[in-house]
């Protein structure tokens, strides 16, 4: 069974870089048909999507972030990472990662995520 | 705000049929996925495609779509049902994914 574990500081300072790690569990971060995404989620806000990154390296980010985020993938490890930069206040939220599961007959969706974990900028 | 709409609340006796929609003009070429998140948990898929469900999720819910509206509908609502539920799906140039604001739903 495929599973997902979110690490990394919870608590990072203002301008600084944020910087997690996905552990994936039960399943290779290989697989032909699965980008690996993040999704971060401002405490009592809705869910924002960060971006997604294909075993091969090739990615795709939100272009509301895409200027300060960096994902990247270690397939010897099986996990993948996000950098965010220069973070602010409103940086704070749960970051969740997922599988993002892509088909070309059912579209896309994220399964299964990883049970968060929170990050909170503050100096 | 969202390219994706949805209600912000939605209400429904138990035992009762509720529809919770997504409207974004992407709809009319993408698929929306559907997740549930209750308070503390991370989200959970519970419908993707074309009224696909994955297998550990209860018969109940299903989902539509028309038009640029998508929607998930939960038949014979359970007291567990409430809990927030957030579509996903392409933006309007196609190039990116974007979440509704989410509908949180009271199972009364």
């Known amino acids: 069974q495929l599973q997902l574990q979110e690490s990394g500081p919870g608590l990072v300072k203002p301008s600084e870089t944020l910087s997690l790690t996905c552990i994936v569990s039960g399943g290779s971060i290989s697989s032909n048909s699965d980008y690996w995404g993040w999704i971060r989620q401002p405490p009592g806000k809705e869910l924002e999507w960060i971006g997604s990154i294909y075993y091969s390296g090739s990615t795709y980010y939100n272009p509301s972030l895409k200027s300060r985020v960096i994902i990247s993938v270690d397939r010897s490890k099986n996990q993948f990472f996000l950098q965010l930069s220069s973070v602010t206040a409103a940086d704070t939220a749960i970051y969740f990662c997922a599988r993002h599961f892509l088909s070309a007959a059912d579209g896309e969706w994220f399964d299964p995520w990883g049970q968060g974990t929170l990050v909170t900028v503050s100096s | 705000s969202s390219e994706l709409t949805q209600d912000p609340a939605v209400s429904v006796a138990l035992g009762q049929t509720v529809r919770i929609t997504c409207q974004g003009d992407?709809?009319?070429?993408?698929?929306a996925s559907w997740y549930q998140q209750r308070p503390g948990q991370a989200p959970l898929l519970v419908i993707y495609g074309k009224n696909k469900r994955p297998s550990r999720i209860p018969a109940r819910f299903s989902g539509s779509s028309s038009g640029n509206t998508a929607s998930l509908a939960i038949t014979g609502a359970q007291a567990e049902d409430e809990a927030d539920y957030y579509c996903?799906?392409?933006?309007?140039?196609?190039?990116?994914?974007?979440f509704g604001g989410g509908t949180k739903l009271t199972v009364l």
């Open positions: 996903n799906s392409r933006d309007s140039s196609g190039n990116h994914l974007v």
């Open positions: 992407s709809l009319t070429t993408y698929y």
